[in-house]
Nanobody, 120 residues
Framework: QVQLVESGGGSVQAGGSLRLSCAAS????????MRWYRQAPGKEREEVAR???????VYADSVKGRFTISRDNAKNTLYLQMNSLKPEDTAMYYC??????????????WGQGTQVTVSS
């Protein structure tokens, strides 16, 4: 059974940093395309970043240069380092994974989310 469990969210002032983690069980995340999404109240879900099985990364324009997606294969954990946070980064953040290996696939497995709140 695949489980993705996010942690690391919290409240921070603008300009601060947070690191989100997504621990996987029943699943080898290095063999799949992994993504971070976020959803703010009243807004559509947005893909924030993705990392392919060969380590290629893609970022939303809104976070480029501030966020970094990475994974620790030994710990089977995905990360999202968020720097220079802005109030508009406030959202619930989710990690998600494909069933196969390609980032052309939609995400099939989802974590429960972790809340990030950035105050001005």
């Amino acid at each position: 059974q695949v489980q993705l469990v996010e942690s690391g969210g919290g409240s921070v002032q603008a300009g601060g940093s947070l690191r989100l983690s997504c621990a996987a069980s029943g699943y080898t995340l290095s063999s799949h395309c992994m993504r971070w999404y976020r959803q703010a109240p009243g807004k559509e879900r947005e893909e924030v970043a993705r990392i392919s099985i060969v380590g290629l990364t893609v970022y939303a324009d809104s976070v480029k240069g501030r966020f970094t997606i990475s994974r620790d294969n030994a710990k089977n954990t995905l990360y999202l380092q968020m720097n220079s946070l802005k109030p508009e980064d406030t959202a619930m953040y989710y990690c998600a994974a494909t069933a196969g290996s390609s980032c052309a696939e939609v995400s099939r497995y989802w974590g429960q989310g972790t809340q990030v709140t950035v105050s001005s």
